[in-house]
């Protein structure tokens, strides 16, 4: 069976250089409930916030999503405007605490144009639209690395997972082996010890019929096997769907260690009881893999 499922970790990354400049996007994603998504993006790309998170929205469902878009121009436009009023003030001032001190000053001028409102660099206003042409392919190919990856450790957990639900179809087997016996030793001691409490002119044939009756009502498990290989018959289905599984397995392990529990409760074998703490140990696997799925 092809599995579709997807982990809720993964890595993608894409870059294009061109005589324009550079775009890189990196996706990264751990575990989380919902879906979250964390943009860094370079001053000024503020505006490709919301079309850079409906993107990546549209094609995962859950975990907390770090997205870096990094940008580097080569714009042949740009200009150096520098505010020559002010860099004369500071020269001069310059001059006159060098005069009244006594004392030379040194001043470079890397230094001056390092201050507030000396030097900027200016640049014609940016088409948007032609932006994101730009970042949109770069972005798609991060995308679809960043899914891939998810998918590959998807399959992965997915294997693992079909591995203890084998584990748990070979334990319930066993179980169903030593069901019959489990009850005959029961009507047999609990015959004995009836017939040795009551004594041989005390004993009442039809009631004690009667009480092994409801022993055998209570002690009935034929239910919870049932309900049991059903739920990992669905298990089986969820990780051959195309959809997102992980809310889905979390709700069907509750289910699986529900019967688990009820079967445990009623029967009173070393045995079988052993055998049910393995289903449990099992199911508590499952659990902890499904966590780490979409």
Known sequence: ??????????????????????????????????????????????????????????????????????????????DVIINKPLLNKLIALNDEISESTGKKLPMALDG??????????????ADNDELWKRIEPVLAEAVKAFVEARKREGEN????????????????AKIEKLLPEFKANFITKFTERIKELAGQAGFDESRLGMEIALWVDRSDVSEEIARLYSHLKELDNILGSDKPAGRRLDFLVQELNREANTLSSKINDFAITQLALDLKCEIEKIREQAQNIE
């Open 1 to 78: 069976m092809l599995t579709m499922i997807s982990s809720l970790t993964g890595f993608g990354r894409a870059s294009k250089t061109d005589n324009t400049g550079r775009v890189s996007v990196e996706l990264k994603s751990v575990n989380n409930r919902f879906l979250q998504i964390d943009t860094h993006l370079p001053y000024g790309y503020n505006w490709a916030d919301g079309a850079m998170r409906q993107y990546v929205s549209n094609v995962i469902s859950r975990g907390k999503v770090y997205l870096h878009l990094e940008i580097v121009d080569y714009n042949p436009n740009q």
């Open 112 to 125: 001056l144009l390092s201050l507030p409102g000396v030097m900027k660099v200016d640049s014609e206003e």
């Open 157 to 172: 957990l997915a294997n693992d997972i079909k591995q203890h639900a084998q584990v748990m179809r070979e334990t319930i």
